[in-house]
């Protein structure tokens, strides 16, 4: 098929398919019974409904087996509560995987003990918090007949995944430069800083927790690996010194505040949230909006004031990567912005795609359009509507699950922990080199023999 007939497929909205030819029955154990933990189990694709079965659940905290229990009444897994009761679930339960979504910080130490136990994991993205904990956890999995997939559900997007194959078909030539700009609103953006994800010992920041989604397609698009970084950080949305922040005080909960009247942060949440095409129809346990689920966690409470003195994340950078091919990438990302868009640009030596800068006639942004620009043509850009997977995060959720799950072995989209490695690296280097003012920092410092 010639380079304009595999368009012209893209214009009538046809995108790769993934298959699976998983027929037997997997029995997984969840650990870390987390809101994302529940929302992937609400997330199979048909083709997984009779195949994923949730044997066990470990957690530190049982209120989070009750938060399992309301969605799914007629569960049969058995619960193992405290950190010392992982190793008999694994002797017990006999897990073909575990699905391991706690909080980023403690991702390594589960994965650790289940690839001694020859148990494949998937590992919730960041992979880890940092790139220690990385050379660990690569090191444990050379030492294991197990595997580790880390749960990079963007790669699955349609959008995304064709991105990836227009790269690979040289479409425009090679690729010399990158403009990757990150906007989050100001809802999901303020979020992070609700949540643990608001400190570095926990998500290892957000360059990390959230950006790192991003960094790992670049290096997936791109092939190549990444070289160095320079970076700039700040916080300037959140935190005391926050613009928006009614008054300087500590401890404050958005449930109970009595300023929320005051802060425009929470207005436009509960303005917006009435249109969140998130939301679900859970009643209980609330998918989309989280910081409300107070009642299903023990000593935490997801709605903690983004005005807080004691976040210690950025919520703003700008950095510049090398990746060892010679692509250079110009890399920013904003917590707080009007709208909710990934803006990205490849330059290359035969064109330019686009991915986040296409808007209708109307006006209206076309989240999944791809916008191509050959060079030396005089036909102009072409627009590439690529039509979305079904199912949350894009469809990214679905299709990811069904690709790990499939012994199929054309695996365009797969993570490996070699892949969540480098996505922690870049992200560390970016706050590193944003604590020592823009400081180049090589990667192969962070990763060592594992670079
Ligand atoms: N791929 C995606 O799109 C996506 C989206 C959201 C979250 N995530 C990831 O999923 C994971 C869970 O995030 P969440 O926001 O749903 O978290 P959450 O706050 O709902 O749950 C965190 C869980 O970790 C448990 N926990 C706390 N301390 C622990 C400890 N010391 N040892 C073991 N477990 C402990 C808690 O009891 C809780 O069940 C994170 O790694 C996050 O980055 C991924």
């Not at 659940?57 to 049982?62: A, F, G, M």
């Not at 997977?389 to 469809?395: A, D, I, N, V």
Request: hydrophobic share 35%.
């Amino acid at each position: 098929m010639s380079l304009s007939d595999h368009i012209k497929c893209y214009y009538v909205g046809m995108t790769t398919t993934l298959t699976t030819d998983a027929t037997q029955t997997k029995r997984i154990a969840l650990i870390g019974v987390s809101h994302r933990a529940i929302k992937i189990c609400n997330s199979l694709p048909e083709s997984l409904t009779d195949i994923w079965d949730v044997c066990a659940l470990w957690d530190i905290d049982p209120k989070r087996f009750a938060a399992f229990e309301t969605e799914f009444p007629d569960h049969q897994a058995k619960t193992y509560a405290g950190l010392d009761t992982l190793e008999q679930l694994l002797r017990d339960e006999k897990p073909d995987m575990a699905f391991i979504a706690t909080r980023d910080c403690h991702h390594a130490a589960p994965a650790i003990t289940c690839l001694e136990h020859n148990v494949d994991v998937i590992l919730e993205k960041p992979m880890v918090t940092d790139t220690g904990q990385a050379q660990a956890l690569l090191d444990a999995e050379s030492k294991s007949q197990a595997r580790i997939h880390v749960a990079f559900n963007y790669r699955y997007q349609a959008k995304n995944t064709v991105m990836k194959q227009m790269l690979d078909e040289g479409i425009i030539g090679r690729v010399t430069t990158v403009e990757m700009n990150l906007y989050l609103n100001e809802v999901h953006g303020s979020s992070f800083f609700q949540r643990w994800n608001r400190y570095r010992s926990q998500s290892g920041g957000l360059c990390i927790h959230k950006c790192g989604h991003y960094l790992d397609l670049l290096g997936w698009w791109l092939n190549q690996k990444p070289v160095e970084v320079f970076s700039y950080g700040g916080l300037d949305y959140y935190g005391p010194e926050g613009e928006m922040n009614p008054s300087k005080k500590n401890g404050r909960h958005c449930s109970t505040c009595e300023e929320s009247n005051k802060c425009a942060y929470h207005l436009t949440r509960s303005r917006k949230d009435s249109v969140d095409n998130h939301s679900s129809s859970l009643t209980n346990v609330n998918q989309a909006k989280r910081h409300l689920n107070i009642a299903w966690y023990s000593d935490y409470q997801p709605d903690a004031c983004i005005f807080d003195d004691d976040i210690d994340v950025e919520d703003t950078y700008s950095a510049v990567i090398l990746y060892d091919g010679g692509t250079m990438v110009n890399f920013s990302a904003n917590f707080s912005s009007p709208f909710e868009q990934p803006r990205i640009s490849f330059n290359g030596t035969r064109g330019r795609l686009e991915q986040g800068y296409h808007f209708s006639p109307e006006q209206t942004y076309t989240g999944n359009s791809l916008v191509h620009y050959p060079l030396f043509e005089k036909d102009g850009a072409r627009v590439i509507p690529v039509k979305a997977r079904p199912g949350s995060h894009g469809g990214g959720d679905p299709s990811m699950l069904e690709d790990i799950c499939s012994d199929d072995e054309t695996h365009l989209c797969r993570a490996s922990a070699r892949d969540g490695a480098y996505a922690v690296a870049i992200g560390e280097a970016l706050w590193r080199s944003a604590q020592n003012n823009g400081e180049k920092i090589l990667i192969a410092d962070l990763l060592g023999e594992w670079y």
